[in-house]
């Protein structure tokens, strides 16, 4: 090996050595792990002089001990802890140099006390009750609501107790947890009943909503009074003729049925007794604007007394036959119609009114 090539290996020796030294030495320069850090009050640091052991001699001092307190210190490290808002300078002395980190306190958010603002999922709520003898029967909206179940929000207090008042109170059960359900259906000649909820907070506070409910079955009587109307009554006819319209309806789409007296029946079911087939007649004969009354005496096969064009008329459905079965109407008067009348525990007043 000529004398050249040692010379270049001797000094790449040398390089080797001397780097790792100045890379030792870049690594090592100490420095604080943050110029500046913003923290809040009552939270605490810890700040590092990085490139020093951590066991070397540095002193710690803070500018504003009433702004940023020295908590803990431990070689390289400090802990410190926020007092109040502003702005201190920490200082970290090592080997007679200085290094300096900016520590800014902000104040704590002020916490807002939680909302205390009751109020119910609802102030207006709508039932529909549905008897289980007419489910098979019926059609009727699936969006109409069988129960309801009342919620308290925006308070963390609980609810004491429930209570139902009003009018129609008796109709609804509220339960201990706020559900609201029905116990029985309005009657036809009051379709809508109404009742109101009311939450007794523990705090005594009460929240309160209105609630109504409805029958499907008068809805579906409803329905099919107002369709027999489109189809079959026109403004030509007499008041006598759509009572007789109503008589042909019921006799041409309901059968007899001995001891059925429930007029529903014989729109729903298409069956009933003559018992039912008089106040069929008189809530069809109602519904069009006529004053009729079903007699309340049980004759043969019952009768419907009708107000039409200043005139009374009896008729007459219920007949013990299957469809389409007779009916009869016939004009009143005289010691006949008072007769009828007493009877049947009727006042004639009340027609002519």
């Given at each position: 090996?000529?004398?050249?090539?040692?010379?270049?290996?001797?000094?790449?020796?040398?390089l080797?050595?001397?780097?790792?030294?100045?890379?030792?030495?870049?690594?090592?320069?100490?420095?604080?792990?943050?110029?500046k850090?913003?923290?809040?009050?009552?939270?605490?640091?810890?700040?590092?002089?990085?490139?020093?052991?951590?066991?070397?001699?540095?002193?710690?001092?803070?500018?504003?001990?009433?702004?940023?307190?020295?908590a803990?210190?431990?070689?390289?490290?400090?802990?410190?802890?926020?007092?109040?808002?502003?702005?201190?300078?920490?200082?970290?002395?090592?080997?007679?140099?200085?290094?300096?980190?900016?520590?800014?306190?902000?104040?704590?958010?002020?916490?807002?006390?939680?909302?205390?603002?009751?109020?119910?999922?609802?102030?207006?709520v709508?039932?529909?009750?549905?008897?289980?003898?007419?489910?098979?029967?019926?059609?009727?909206?699936?969006?109409?609501?069988?129960?309801?179940?009342?919620?308290?929000?925006?308070?963390?207090?609980?609810?004491?107790?429930?209570?139902?008042?009003?009018?129609?109170?008796?109709?609804?059960?509220?339960?201990?947890?706020?559900?609201?359900?029905?116990?029985w259906?309005?009657?036809?000649?009051?379709?809508?009943?109404?009742?109101?909820?009311?939450?007794?907070?523990?705090?005594?506070r009460?929240?309160?909503?209105?609630?109504?409910?409805?029958?499907?079955?008068?809805?579906?009587i409803?329905?099919?009074?107002?369709?027999?109307e489109?189809?079959?009554?026109?403004?030509s006819?007499?008041?006598?003729?759509?009572?007789?319209?109503a008589?042909?309806?019921?006799s041409?789409?309901s059968?007899?049925?001995?001891y059925?007296?429930?007029?529903?029946?014989i729109?729903?079911?298409?069956?009933?007794?003559?018992?039912?087939?008089?106040?069929?007649?008189?809530?069809?004969?109602?519904?069009?604007?006529?004053?009729?009354v079903?007699?309340?005496?049980?004759?043969?096969?019952?009768?419907?007394?009708?107000?039409?064009?200043d005139?009374?008329?009896v008729?007459?459905?219920?007949?013990?036959?299957?469809?389409?079965?007779?009916y009869?109407?016939y004009?009143?008067?005289?010691?006949?119609?008072?007769?009828?009348?007493?009877?049947?525990?009727?006042?004639?007043?009340?027609?002519?009114?």
């Amino acid at each position: 090996m000529g004398r050249k090539s040692r010379m270049t290996i001797f000094f790449a020796l040398v390089l080797l050595l001397l780097i790792p030294g100045m890379t030792a030495e870049a690594k090592t320069k100490p420095k604080l792990a943050a110029k500046k850090k913003t923290i809040t009050v009552g939270q605490t640091y810890r700040l590092k002089l990085k490139g020093v052991s951590s066991k070397a001699k540095v002193k710690w001092k803070t500018s504003k001990k009433s702004v940023v307190s020295i908590a803990k210190k431990k070689g390289n490290t400090v802990t410190l802890k926020a007092k109040k808002k502003g702005t201190a300078i920490v200082t970290a002395t090592y080997k007679k140099k200085k290094f300096k980190c900016k520590i800014t306190v902000k104040a704590k958010k002020k916490t807002e006390p939680a909302a205390d603002h009751p109020v119910l999922n609802s102030r207006d709520v709508t039932l529909y009750y549905l008897s289980e003898e007419y489910k098979d029967y019926i059609t009727y909206d699936s969006s109409h609501l069988r129960e309801y179940r009342f919620r308290v929000s925006g308070t963390k207090k609980e609810v004491r107790d429930w209570k139902l008042s009003g009018k129609g109170a008796d109709y609804f059960r509220i339960t201990d947890y706020g559900l609201l359900q029905m116990d029985w259906e309005p009657a036809y000649i009051e379709p809508c009943v109404t009742a109101t909820v009311t939450a007794i907070m523990e705090d005594g506070r009460k929240l309160t909503a209105n609630v109504q409910a409805y029958s499907e079955t008068n809805v579906y009587i409803e329905k099919i009074f107002t369709d027999f109307e489109k189809q079959y009554i026109t403004s030509s006819m007499s008041q006598k003729e759509k009572a007789e319209k109503a008589a042909w309806y019921i006799s041409t789409t309901s059968d007899y049925e001995l001891y059925n007296p429930n007029w529903f029946d014989i729109f729903i079911k298409g069956k009933g007794d003559c018992s039912a087939s008089r106040y069929a007649v008189q809530y069809m004969c109602n519904h069009m604007g006529l004053k009729a009354v079903g007699c309340r005496n049980l004759d043969a096969h019952g009768k419907t007394l009708v107000y039409a064009d200043d005139k009374f008329y009896v008729v007459i459905t219920g007949f013990n036959e299957p469809k389409p079965r007779q009916y009869m109407i016939y004009e009143i008067s005289g010691e006949a119609l008072d007769e009828l009348a007493e009877q049947n525990n009727l006042d004639l007043d009340y027609f002519r009114q």
